[in-house]
């Protein structure tokens, strides 16, 4: 097994035995029996599975599924739920899950929308009547029902061979064990401090002795074990209809939030079916509403149409820079007025594809022309989450992705449960026009945009990253990297790109020359130069898989935590 190079650490103070066996897990993830090759772009190659993860420990659990016999679905879950430990700040039981499937038997994709509901306590009216002018950013009101638990077990009963239970058994653990604080991860607490402070359920946790965790430092998580066993023991009814879930219910309440009871009992995963548009020679699938996976196909489409020869412009030109943010900024007019709960939205996924419409979008864009005129505000952007991918034997393929959205979501843990309730309602508008509008039971916009990519009606590529807004900005530049510039996984996850920003302005890393930069801001684009590996630029993920010889390359962002293995 090759894995490809990031910045992974190895955790310290193991005094425990089951202890050791983590941080053994660890040790091996970052190198000690895994080959390693000292140069960026070394894939992970093998002839049989591959897993990616937005950490080492959920990828190490992943693959050891497949090595066992699981199917990649087996190994997606197990990934996910260890990442509701490994990440705790970014995803977990209190947060939201979408996925899609590759099923090898029916040459199928489906799409798991694991993504909750907002709560029917109140009214649009009535929140407007307490003096509200918008959603808050965090607290009871953002909370909406979490459906990434319920998404787990559907997806292993319907596509996978071990048990909800098996799937949980190395997460439960790792919060038994505790989980052994990176550099990253301390980096991430301190940055939320403030926000931790304010909850005294959340500082208990997550500021130990009344400090942030330092690199090296145990962070015990008993709670979130029982919460897990309890799962485990009684399955995902425990959250929905059980003791946790009256639990969470009763918390919200007692502190004026939206959901009720009868929100949590009746939650569902939806299966659905997956979107997707050609390019480059290509099918790209990708999740529809209530996520952006369409913004990113209306991306591609411009820029199918702007120029068929794309590769032509020449990597991270001046060109081929402003093509794509041009790309970006047109669909993300669309995304930001239209985009929402499909059952909100005034416009359907194929009007907002239709080719003629595409052509004349594209055609406003000149790829050696100025920057756009704009006068917009910098959104706050909220990059908080993981995503997994799993490629079994028999080349099922899933492509997974799950969030809180802010760090530590809505900043609230429930008492005695470890479980960190996510902030998704925060997305919601108060303007009645807008299809994003609250509204009791709605599920609110996403920007999770999982993709697996076809060729020839087979999977050539599994891609997503996190990064919040940017996710579609990443993908983009990651797939053009592997399919106009010949790069591996690991060199096109490995190459400066840029990211758009919500003022119109251009976030660059400086990895990307200098005259390149110079030559953008003569065409009157504010570019702001990134030095370093900033998670700002998403933590790209991805498995290529040849199709002839069967073989899985992977590669994964050290932006981020992530780490690639295959066998």
């Not at 307490?130 to 787990?152: D, F, I, K, Y």
């Not at 940017?470 to 010949?486: E, M």
Request: with cysteine.
């Amino acid at each position: 097994m090759h894995a490809p190079r990031t910045r992974c650490r190895r955790p310290g103070r193991a005094p425990a035995t089951l202890l050791a066996v983590v941080v053994a897990i660890m040790t091996t993830a970052c190198g000690t029996t895994v080959a390693r090759d000292p140069d960026p772009g070394r894939d992970a190659r093998g002839n049989t599975g591959a897993v990616t993860a937005g950490h080492p420990l959920a990828a190490e659990a992943g693959l050891r599924v497949l090595e066992a016999g699981g199917l990649a679905m087996d190994a997606a879950i197990t990934a996910a739920a260890m990442l509701a430990v490994a990440r705790p700040h970014m995803n977990g039981v209190g947060g939201d899950t979408f996925l899609l499937y590759y099923d090898a038997a029916t040459n199928l994709t489906y799409a798991l929308n694991g993504s909750g509901r907002a709560g029917s306590a109140k009214t649009l009216e009535e929140l407007k009547a307490e003096g509200l002018e918008r959603m808050p950013g965090s607290g009871p009101l953002s909370v909406s029902v979490p459906g990434a638990v319920g998404a787990w077990a559907e997806g292993l009963r319907r596509f996978g061979t071990i048990s909800f239970a098996a799937a949980l058994e190395p997460a439960i653990a790792l919060a038994t064990a505790g989980l052994p604080v990176s550099e990253r991860l301390a980096e991430d607490i301190a940055g939320a401090e403030a926000k931790l402070r304010r909850e005294p359920e959340a500082a208990r946790i997550f500021l130990p002795g009344g400090a942030p965790p330092q690199p090296g430092d145990i962070l015990p998580r008993p709670d979130l074990a029982e919460t897990l066993r309890t799962l485990q023991d009684r399955g995902p009814d425990a959250l929905y209809t059980g003791a946790l879930g009256r639990k969470i219910v009763q918390f919200l309440q007692a502190r004026g939030g939206l959901i009720t009871h009868n929100d949590m009992a009746d939650y569902l995963p939806e299966w659905t079916q997956p979107i997707s548009t050609r390019y480059q020679g290509l099918q790209v699938m990708a999740f529809p509403p209530n996520t952006q996976g369409v913004t990113l196909l209306e991306e591609l489409a411009i820029l199918q149409h702007v120029d068929p020869d794309l590769a032509a412009l020449g990597h991270n030109s001046a060109d081929y820079l402003h093509t794509v943010s041009e790309a970006i900024r047109l669909a993300f007019i669309d995304r930001d007025r239209e985009v929402a709960d499909p059952q909100a939205m005034r416009v359907s996924v194929d009007e907002l594809l239709d080719e003629t419409r595409i052509r004349t979008l594209a055609a406003t864009i000149d790829p050696s022309g100025p920057a756009p005129r704009l006068e917009t505000e910098a959104a706050e952007d909220h990059p908080n989450t993981v995503y997994v991918i799993a490629v079994d034997q028999y080349g099922n393929v899933v492509s997974l992705i799950q969030s809180l959205f802010a760090t530590f979501g809505s900043g609230l843990v429930v008492p005695d449960t470890g479980i960190v309730l996510q902030n998704r309602g925060s997305l919601f508008t108060f303007e009645e026009d807008h299809p994003n509008v609250f509204a009791p039971r709605r599920r609110p916009f996403h920007t999770l945009c999982p993709v697996i990519v076809l060729s020839n009606e087979r999977p050539w590529l599994a891609l997503g990253t996190p990064g919040g807004d940017g996710q579609t900005h990443t993908i983009v530049q990651v797939l053009n990297n592997i399919r106009l510039f010949d790069m591996s996984p690991q060199e096109a996850i490995d190459a400066p790109r840029l990211r758009r920003l919500g003022d119109g302005s251009l976030a660059i890393e400086d990895r990307v020359p200098q005259d390149v930069r110079d030559a953008l801001e003569a065409r009157g684009y504010t570019v702001h130069a990134r030095s370093g590996w900033t998670a700002e630029f998403g933590g790209a993920q991805a498995v290529l898989v040849d199709q002839i010889a069967g073989r899985r390359r992977a590669g994964a962002d050290r932006r981020r935590e992530g780490w690639a293995l295959a066998y």
